[in-house]
Every structure is written in C-alpha cells, then in structure tokens.
C-alpha cells in the first residue's frame, strides 16, 4: 500500500475505505490530495468491491472544497481536461464500482460535489450540503452541474446553486438524495458498512453494467452506446451469472468471483 500525505486508506473483504485527511485545510480539495483520491480510487477498482468515502471532519466540517488557492487569477478558466479536481469527479462517475460517502459536518463547493458525485450517501444528522460558486462569483462547468442534476430535484439543484445556502442531510434524505441519516459517524460508519458488505456480496460485473447504465442514462453527456452494451454482454456472459443462477435454484447464498 503506497503512503498517503492527505488520505487514510485501508481495505478488507473486498472493500475499501478512503478518509480525506488533509486537517490544516479542513479536508480543503487541493491538488495533491485530488491526485491520491484518484490514485487510490483507482487501485480500489482493481482490489475491491465497493468504497467506502469519507473524511476525517474537522472543526465540523467534513471538506471545505476545492482549495480557492487553486483557482486561476488571470481571467481563464480551469482546464477539465488537466485539472485534479475535475479528472477526481470524473474517476468516480467512471469506476466500475459503487461509491458511498459516509458525511459528518458541512459539506461545501467542491465537497458538495464530492459528495453527490458517489453513488449513495449516508449521513449524520450534523451534515449539510452546500454549493457556492455564486458566492465567489465563478462559473460552474457542464460536468459539475450534471452531477447534481442527476442527484438532486431540479428545483433542489437551482435553489443551492442561486442559493449558495447549506441544505441538512434531514432534508436530502426526504427527497431521497441522501440514503440514510445516522445519530453519531460511528453509526453513520457502521450503516455504510452494512450496505457496503451487502454490495460486496452480489455480482461485481452486473454491478459494473448497472452503475454504467444509470449513469449513462442520468447524465446528459454522450453515453457510450458501444461501452454499455460490452458491459450488458459481460454480464450475460459471465460465469457470475451461471453462479447466480445456480445459487438461485439451489437456494443457497451465491460466491461471486467478478468473471
């Protein structure tokens, strides 16, 4: 396992826990942390199931977002194509596992993002969810509001865009934007970890189609129509399936292998 400067990461029975831990920041997305987080994101594809995202919140917040010290002075805008933070968002829509983002504390900009751009989130009730270009008065690129078009209502994603406010994580969790609501991160962590072993246990290339499928069909970007059906073939195809089925008649649990 590689060292990290601004992660805490450690896996076991096929799933990996990610923690931002950039302290003197406030978990802030500079680029040397963005850099690890798609690192280690992308070893987590190769070694696990599912991942597990969190922080370790400070001071009530659990990422400040991306570090505004990163952002151009000279009038351009940010490359996607060369931009930590851009090609970290992107390595989350595009692994071919699930994401759940455990949240403790205040969730801001590019965390906000961060945060939505997982696949399930579980919350404390000490959370909350803000997006704020409107206060720096920046613009926000096509990939950055996809991501909260397919996660949230569209009013929702208006009202904290021309907002800028904090929405709690009781309220996401009304509009099923947020799966589940706990007292305290210790339980909060225990829930992800329930849905992360339950998703461990099912067929890793059904779930690769699946989250290619959603994503595909939730996003306005170009889908890759060619892509998903090799994905669909793949699962049909594969000896997970057999499995499945044999499991299935047999009554019995399934052992998924991801072939």
């Not at 850099?35 to 597990?52: G, K």
């Not at 009304?174 to 849905?195: C, I, W």
């Not at 992360?196 to 069909?217: F, G, M, V, W, Y």
């Amino acid at each position: 396992m590689p060292a990290h400067h601004y992660l805490s990461v450690s896996t076991d029975d096929h799933i990996t826990c990610i923690d931002l831990a950039n302290p003197e920041r406030r978990n802030a997305l500079n680029d040397e942390l963005l850099i690890e987080l798609i690192e280690a994101l992308s070893r987590a594809a190769h070694d696990s199931r599912v991942v597990i995202l969190g922080a370790q919140t400070v001071s009530g917040v659990w990422s400040a977002g991306f570090d505004i010290m990163s952002l151009p002075t000279d009038g351009s805008m940010p490359d996607p194509a060369t931009s930590p933070f851009d090609r970290a968002l992107a390595t989350l829509r595009e692994l071919p596992i699930p994401v759940i983002a455990v949240v403790d504390g205040g969730s801001w900009g590019g965390g906000c993002n961060l945060a939505l751009s997982c696949d399930l989130i579980v919350a404390t009730h000490e959370a909350s969810f803000a997006i704020t270009p409107a206060k720096l008065g920046v613009a926000y690129d096509s990939a950055g509001i996809a991501d909260f078009l397919a996660a949230l209502p569209v009013n929702i994603a208006r009202e904290m865009f021309f907002t800028a406010e904090p929405v709690t994580a009781a309220r996401l969790e009304r509009l099923g934007v947020v799966n589940a609501v706990s007292d305290s991160p210790a339980s909060a962590r225990e829930t992800a970890r329930d849905l992360a072993r339950t998703i461990a246990s099912r067929a890793p290339l059904s779930l690769a189609s699946i989250k290619a499928e959603i994503s595909a069909q939730t996003s306005p970007a170009a889908a890759d129509v060619a892509e998903l059906l090799r994905l669909r073939e793949q699962a049909w195809a594969s000896k997970d399936f057999m499995e499945g089925r044999d499991a299935f008649t047999e009554r019995r649990s399934p052992n998924f292998r991801g072939e």
